[in-house]
């Protein structure tokens, strides 16, 4: 079974609003990666954190993360159609192993 | 270099035919990852390479996918006897891996899309 698993599996908003997706993992990591996944194509790394980070922000991005409850979440503020895509987590153990996904729709 | 390139990017073959694979990593990357993936699931793990040494394969892979990474630089994924299940997007991602610190982020190339009829 997959060590990451993404929550909720769809997500629709308008333009503007901030989308939250939720990871949760089963094994201690060494750290989290979030990747994106635009349709039919492949997927684009996005923020890794590191198991003794709690936050990290990379511009419209914050991810959390609390290994007490083996949980992570990707914050994607302000926004934008183009954000349309299906976003994953990975944990590192090694190698990545990856959950399902989130679908998120941005309606413009 | 641009990124990571597969070869080729479609491919559709008859059941029980064998297809080969051709992945080529960032060249300074010293890792090299397979995974496969179906219609609305995650990319599922199926083995990786730290230079030519092959680490890992997934209990999950078939005696029929072999792969190999002969001088440390491109890799090939071959698939014996192909069968319908055999159908899926096959991602190659490659990443710079320093020390024992963890697993660097991957950088995935765009998939070969093998239909098995």
């Known amino acids: 079974s997959q060590q990451g698993e993404e929550d909720p599996q769809a997500l629709s908003i308008q333009e503007g609003e901030n989308a939250t997706m939720n990871c949760s993992y089963k094994t201690s990591i060494n750290n989290l990666q979030w990747y994106r996944q635009n349709s039919g194509r492949g997927l684009v790394h996005l923020i890794l954190i590191r198991s003794n980070e709690r936050e990290k922000h990379s511009g419209r991005l914050r991810v959390t993360l609390d290994t007490s409850k083996k949980s992570s979440s990707l914050l994607i503020t302000a926004s934008r159609a183009a954000d349309t895509a299906s976003y994953f987590c990975?944990?590192?153990?090694?190698?990545?192993?990856f959950g399902d996904g989130t679908t998120l729709t941005v309606k413009p | 270099d641009t990124g990571v390139s597969q070869d080729p990017r479609h491919k559709i073959t008859k059941r029980g035919q064998n297809v080969t694979f051709r992945c080529d990593p960032i060249s300074e990357h010293n890792r090299l990852y397979w995974y496969r993936q179906t219609l609305g699931q995650g990319p599922e793990f199926l083995t990786y390479f730290q230079n030519e040494a092959q680490l890992e394969k997934s209990r999950l892979l078939s005696d029929r996918f072999s792969a190999e990474r002969p001088k440390g630089s491109f890799s090939t994924l071959e698939i014996q006897r192909t069968e319908q299940g055999d159908s899926a997007m096959y991602l190659c991602?490659?990443?710079?891996?320093?020390?024992?610190?963890?697993?660097?982020?991957?950088?995935f190339g765009p998939g070969t899309r093998l239909t098995v009829t």
């Open positions: 991602a490659s990443s710079s891996h320093m020390g024992l610190a963890g697993t660097y982020e991957q950088y």
């Open positions: 990975a944990t590192d153990a090694g190698k990545s192993t």
